[in-house]
């Protein structure tokens, strides 16, 4: 490559390949005429082309021999690499066989040296044998005496070397075992402290803890004059022994739990210690914060039951439980003589109100009306509190009721069993020879019934919380089929009489999404007034497909009213319109201009009064538009 490269180059520059021989023609002579230079630059190609592959192939061969240089580093650290593994392997190898040889020597060594005073024996009895053999032979009784006396000499000393060599063993594992054997007896002992204070030898406490409560319970008793300190009011502490049942100490020497001081006997202790005059009585603690004492404990025990059992009432089950909502402590013990108040005052405080939040959780059916009158308020009360609650109000809504709480709030926990109607599903069928609207019932739906246990939280007489614990079926529902007309079903009818409507089934009649007052908003009131600033001549759209079956246009009552049928027993009202754009029989669709809003009729302001009935009953319109019934 790189002599064909020579060669372009040399034939770009026009040097010739050889050296020219005598007698032929002169190129550059003829190279000066002006048609072989055109001929010539021709072959030559463009410069700029040639200084671009020039530069192409001088950054491929630089880029070439990087990478041939780069392989070859790679190949070389791979291999140095794998030779260092490879003497690393046997490095690991051969130590890892010099240990299995050195341990087999040291198991074998070891062996030998527990079974070599055996072996000694094992000798020494053998030439015992021989030696009082020779004895008896060659030297008599005598002689036979003293090698049993050597003997015994021989198997004493190893008797005694063999006790010295097992004990050698056997000493640090005894030593080990005998200091974990201290350490757990140690580590079971509790620890009690002898407490002194003001010179005097008040008793015994399980830790520090205790007399910091009964300290500071102790100055929270005195609360109406200065505490007198004694003359030396710096505790002593002093560590003992705590004796445990089966434990072989000197029980004349240790102390029991029984013989440990509680908070309250401390702290009568201690207040005994001041300079403050004092009286027993009975205290009461509030969330274990002292607020009096009085004389009659009785009589504020009695005081107590009797604020519960207010809240007991006739049909409530025996099961129910009746607790304070706060923490309720009476102790007896020594308190200052200014503490200790008339029983009229303490009663006074227990009956007064403190600031705090009093709220209602809205159920099913529940209206303002209704939730005012459950809470002992007026309308305008719970209005005040709660400025759109005769505007919004669906089930789990919570209610400011009012702003101050009992002092000793009431908790009730009850159960209750009732019998519940079980709604029924509705099933349709469609008949596309009739109109849209039409409905014939096929099958009437019979509602089930089901028994329900629930456990319901009242807080000072009004219902916080109610969960359902038990749900048993009586008696299956029946299902309703509704034969339709139309090509399609009527989207309002829900799945089961008793389940919600999805969201977007009904539209809001009004171009704005906005309820003034609504349903049951007033006495009397059965709709929802839509209503807004510059209301008036606004479009009024059918909230659903049907047939329109009344129209009036009077000027007393609804005053310009539309009636629309659709289907399953289900109407719409409109009234209050400034015009009419529909006449009776007319079929609709959803959101369908029918008129537009006015203030006819007994009206004090332009709106639109909008009515859902069921079975000719009026019913809340908000859930339904809302998407939540």
């Not at 030696?131 to 198997?155: I, P, T």
């Not at 304070?324 to 405080?349: D, N, R, T």
């Not at 007026?378 to 002092?407: A, C, H, M, Q």
């Not at 029989?585 to 009935?613: A, C, D, R, Y």
């Amino acid at each position: 490559m790189r002599l064909k490269k020579e060669r372009d180059d040399e034939r770009y520059t026009g040097e010739p390949d050889s050296p020219q021989e005598p007698g032929q023609p002169n190129r550059t002579s003829e190279e000066n005429t002006p048609e072989k230079g055109d001929q010539i630059e021709k072959k030559r190609g463009n410069p700029i082309k040639r200084a671009y592959y020039y530069c192409v192939n001088r950054i491929y061969r630089y880029l070439y021999f990087v990478g041939i240089q780069l392989l070859r580093s790679t190949r070389t650290r791979r291999r140095h690499l794998s030779v260092r593994l490879s003497g690393l392997g046997r490095w690991f190898q051969a130590r890892s066989l010099r240990l299995r040889k050195e341990t087999r020597i040291h198991l074998r060594n070891l062996r030998h040296e527990l079974t070599s005073p055996i072996r000694d024996l094992k000798e020494k009895r053998r030439r015992f044998r021989v030696e009082l053999e020779n004895a008896r032979k060659f030297s008599g009784e005598a002689g036979v005496y003293r090698s049993y006396l050597r003997m015994a000499g021989l198997l004493l000393t190893g008797f005694w070397r063999a006790a010295g060599f097992v004990l050698s063993y056997l000493a640090p594992l005894t030593a080990l075992i005998a200091l974990v054997l201290l350490l757990q007896f140690f580590s079971g002992l509790t620890l009690a402290l002898n407490l002194v204070y003001d010179g005097r030898d008040l008793g015994y406490i399980a830790d520090e803890s205790v007399f910091t409560q009964a300290e500071n319970e102790m100055k929270a008793r005195i609360v109406n004059e200065q505490y007198i300190k004694p003359e030396d009011i710096i505790p002593r502490f002093q560590i003992t022994i705590l004796k445990k049942g089966g434990s072989f100490l000197n029980p004349d020497d240790y102390i029991t739990e029984d013989d440990l001081l509680e908070v309250d006997e401390l702290t009568n202790l201690l207040i005994r210690a001041s300079g403050n005059e004092l009286e027993e009585a009975v205290g009461l603690y509030v969330e274990n914060r002292f607020v009096s004492a009085v004389m009659d404990g009785d009589a504020l025990l009695d005081y107590l039951d009797s604020m519960r059992e207010q809240y007991r009432t006739n049909d409530m089950s025996r099961d129910a439980e009746i607790s304070f909502m706060k923490k309720i402590q009476v102790k007896k013990g020594l308190y200052p003589v200014s503490s200790v108040k008339p029983f009229e005052q303490l009663a006074e405080i227990l009956s007064s109100e403190e600031e705090g939040e009093k709220r209602y959780t809205v159920i099913a059916g529940d209206t303002p009306i209704m939730i005012a009158a459950k809470n002992g308020i007026t309308f305008r009360e719970l209005k005040r509190l709660n400025p759109e609650v005769d505007i919004k109000l669906f089930p789990g809504d919570s209610l400011l009721i009012s702003n101050s709480v009992p002092y000793l709030g009431v908790k009730v926990i009850q159960t209750e069993i009732y019998e519940e109607e079980v709604g029924y599903k509705i099933e349709q069928r469609t008949n596309p020879n009739q109109n849209i609207g039409w409905t014939r019932t096929v099958q009437a739906g019979e509602a089930g019934k089901a028994r329900v246990v629930e456990q319901v939280t009242l807080v000072d007489g009004v219902e916080t919380e109610r969960k359902e614990i038990d749900r048993t079926v009586l008696q299956p529902a029946v299902p309703q089929i509704i034969e339709v007309g139309g090509n399609q079903p009527l989207a309002f009818i829900p799945q089961a009489s008793d389940k919600p409507t999805p969201a977007g089934t009904w539209g809001w009649p009004t171009v704005v999404a906005r309820i003034g007052t609504g349903y049951g908003g007033y006495y009397g009131h059965t709709g929802s007034d839509l209503t807004w600033s510059g209301c008036y001549g606004s479009p009024v759209l059918a909230s659903q497909a049907g047939t329109v079956v009344v129209v009036r246009q009077r000027y007393y009552g609804y005053g310009f009213h539309v009636r629309i049928d659709h289907g399953g027993g289900v109407q719409t009202l409109y009234a209050h319109m400034s015009r009419i754009d529909v006449v009776p029989g007319q079929q609709v669709q959803k959101g369908q201009q029918i008129g537009l809003i006015g203030s006819t009729g007994n009206s004090s302001g332009p709106h639109l009064h909008f009515e859902i009935l069921i079975g000719g009953t009026p019913v809340n319109a908000a859930p339904y538009l809302y998407g939540q019934k």
